[in-house]
């Protein structure tokens, strides 16, 4: 597949996948399908709704080696955070455990279950922060080293947002449930770019978006709850089947637009029928090769990388982009400039510039960014 089966704008280089991610245009079309559907007979859609939801699911759930009765289908992580976050009981003096790669949406979350709560937000900070460069046996060390009798839920990434670095979410989820503690794994890219299974990891809760790597339309993401947990869970807004407890109390929103999680299969069948792994292994090569020509174009410093991820990370200079304003003020420079998009994102000291891959992405999109940051940092 390139650029012409998306509807990306190809006169720009989309540096930035990891962020919003990008449908194909065969599921575009699907989705369409369906909303004509909805409007042609919106009684018989309703109607049969929950039926096809569950079907969807199914699907969804074979890909992540999930059990279906465990999954439910939420807008995005943020929500799915929420939820899960909504469903542990905490009370004053408690703790909630996040990692300082966490990104802001779920650390507003977790700040905000703290407030009602009485509980308090503890930010485990991981090594290496001038440049990413710890491993993943230093990171669970930092997390469970932050653990105390007071730590009632840890809140952390299966691949972190911002630095793009590869969390070790199976080790932390057996640690810390012998320690006690409930575990939330933030696995926004996870779907689609590794080869996922959720039941595998065990967390209590596994929140991930299927519109990042996995193709399918915004805004679709999956919610998987343990066994233990799924009587607890209540959406954040309650609905006609609230008594039929998880996953339809969450699912069902009334005249919801589902026709994303009713396309989400599509999404993954065309993943699966390119090769997922194929997909995964000439992404992660394809944004290896687009660190080193910016890296060897700009000067900047790449940040230590996991191999089989498709996003990659450079330091920018010390305070070009510190600040959020000063970060999206150059992501926006670039644009309008040199219409490169890719992510810049605020970091003690400077700030870090974050490039994906996906099939639609060449080389020559990463030397156009080159030249774009070597004539702007000039």
Known sequence: MNIEDFRLDPAVAHL?????????????????????????????????VLDRIAKARDEVAAFLGAGPEGLAFVRNVTEGVAIALNSVPLAPGDEILIGDHVYP???????????????????????GEADGDWTAEEAAAAFLGAVTPR??????????????????ARHLVEALRALG?????????APGMLDVDVSAIGADFWTGNLHKWAFAPRSSGVLAVDPAWRARVEPLIPSFY????????????????????????????VLEELGANAVRSRNAALVARGQEI???????????????????VLRLPDGVAATQPRAEALSAEIFRRFQVRAAVRPWPGAGLLRVSAQVYNTEHDYERLADALRRILA
Do not use: C
Not at 152 to 168: C, E, M, Q
């Open 105 to 127: 949406a779920v650390e507003i979350a977790a700040r905000h279950r703290a407030v009602r709560s009485g509980a308090e937000v503890v930010k485990v900070t991981l090594p």
């Open 294 to 312: 910016v890296a060897a174009g700009t000067g900047l410093r790449p940040w230590r990388a996991d191999p089989e991820l498709s996003m990659r």
């Open 181 to 189: 503690v409930v575990t939330i794994v933030d696995a926004a890219h």
């Open 242 to 269: 609230l008594g039929d407890g998880f996953p339809r109390s969450v699912e069902f929103q009334g005249t919801r637009d589902y026709t994303a999680w009713l396309a989400a299969p599509h999404g993954i069948r």
């Open 16 to 48: 930035n996948h990891g962020s919003f991610g990008a449908a194909p245009e065969v599921v575009h079309r699907r989705q369409e399908e369906l909303r004509r559907e909805v409007e042609h007979n919106p009684d018989v859609f309703f109607a049969t």
């Open 151 to 168: 730590t009632k839920v840890a809140v952390f990434d299966h691949i972190t947002s911002n630095t793009a670095r590869l969390l070790p």
